[in-house]
């Protein structure tokens, strides 16, 4: 098992990556700072939200994964379900990108690890 970036670090290098490739990226909620979980919300354009959360993979590896995806018709239910699972977990650290490519954007983000 490889040691784990610090989730501040981390949290801190997505939103760089973010701006770097032209999008916007911001902190919504601060977790625990070393060993906190990352939530993910792509936005393009200020739509589509989708929530990636990093799961454990058979090779051992944690890649994010589409935990969530917001529905056109009931948007409200989206923003509801993320502030249920920020109760749930409160050393979690939610972020929020919107990035011209989402899908890209996370899947940089799991070579990079």
Same mark, same amino acid.
């Not at 909620?29 to 929530?51: M, N, P, Q, S, Y």
């Not at 056109?72 to 050393?91: G, H, I, M, T, V």
């Given at each position: 098992?490889?040691?784990?970036? %610090? !989730?501040? @670090?981390? !949290?801190?290098?997505?939103?760089?990556?973010?701006?770097?490739? #032209? /999008?916007?990226?911001?902190?919504?909620?601060? #977790?625990? $700072?070393?060993?906190?979980?990352?939530? @993910?919300?792509? *936005?393009?354009? #200020? $739509? /589509? /939200?989708?929530?990636?959360?990093?799961? %454990? &993979?058979?090779?051992?590896? =944690?890649?994010?994964?589409?935990?969530?995806?917001?529905?056109?018709?009931?948007?409200?239910?989206?923003?509801?379900? @993320?502030?249920? =699972?920020?109760? &749930?977990?409160?050393?979690?650290? @939610?972020?929020?990108?919107?990035?011209?490519? %989402?899908?890209?954007?996370?899947?940089?983000?799991?070579? *990079?690890?």
């Amino acid at each position: 098992m490889t040691a784990r970036l %610090p !989730a501040h @670090l981390e !949290a801190s290098a997505i939103v760089r990556l973010a701006e770097a490739q #032209g /999008g916007f990226a911001t902190v919504l909620a601060k #977790g625990e $700072h070393d060993a906190g979980t990352i939530l @993910l919300v792509t *936005l393009c354009r #200020g $739509h /589509g /939200g989708v929530l990636y959360e990093r799961m %454990p &993979q058979l090779d051992g590896t =944690r890649k994010f994964v589409a935990a969530k995806r917001e529905d056109n018709e009931n948007p409200k239910e989206f923003s509801e379900y @993320l502030a249920r =699972r920020r109760r &749930q977990d409160a050393d979690c650290w @939610l972020i929020e990108v919107d990035i011209a490519d %989402p899908e890209r954007f996370v899947a940089q983000l799991d070579e *990079l690890r």
